[in-house]
């Protein structure tokens, strides 16, 4: 079982950062902690993901070089750092968590939070 909590939402200008953090419960040391994302009207996505015990990552092709995931055991959080954000990053961010190895796909993740909403203005 896994509980989260994203955090850090707002609304930004074009080409600034911002950091969400997902505030996450559980064994995870078990966890692989993925972000994703849904604009208005379209469907869920896929960010990025790390495995928990050996920090391996991964991105989608559309953020790769511009947004970082990272874990932090001291406090179990998965922040999510967005660089040179652009108006098609607008959406809601959710973090989602699995047992088990790095996975891409939705229908892998089970336990989700209620999502952080970002803005970038043009």
């Known amino acids: 079982q896994a509980q989260l909590v994203e955090s850090g939402g707002g609304l930004v200008q074009a080409g600034d950062s911002l950091r969400l953090s997902c505030g996450v419960s559980?064994?995870?040391?078990?966890?692989?902690v993925g972000w994703f994302r849904q604009a208005q009207g379209e469907g869920r996505e896929f960010v990025a993901a790390?495995?928990?015990?050996?920090?391996?990552?991964a991105y989608a092709s559309s953020v790769e070089g511009q947004f970082i995931i990272s874990r932090h055991s001291n406090d179990n959080t998965v922040a999510l750092q967005m660089n040179n954000l652009k108006p098609e990053g607008t959406a809601v961010y959710y973090c989602?968590?699995?047992?088990?190895?790095?996975?891409?796909?939705?229908?892998?993740?089970?336990?989700w939070g209620q999502g952080a909403r970002v803005a970038v203005a043009s």
């Open positions: 989602a968590a699995l047992q088990g190895s790095l996975q891409r796909e939705i229908k892998y993740y089970p336990y």
């Open positions: 559980g064994r995870t040391s078990t966890f692989t």
């Open positions: 790390i495995q928990w015990s050996t920090g391996s990552t």
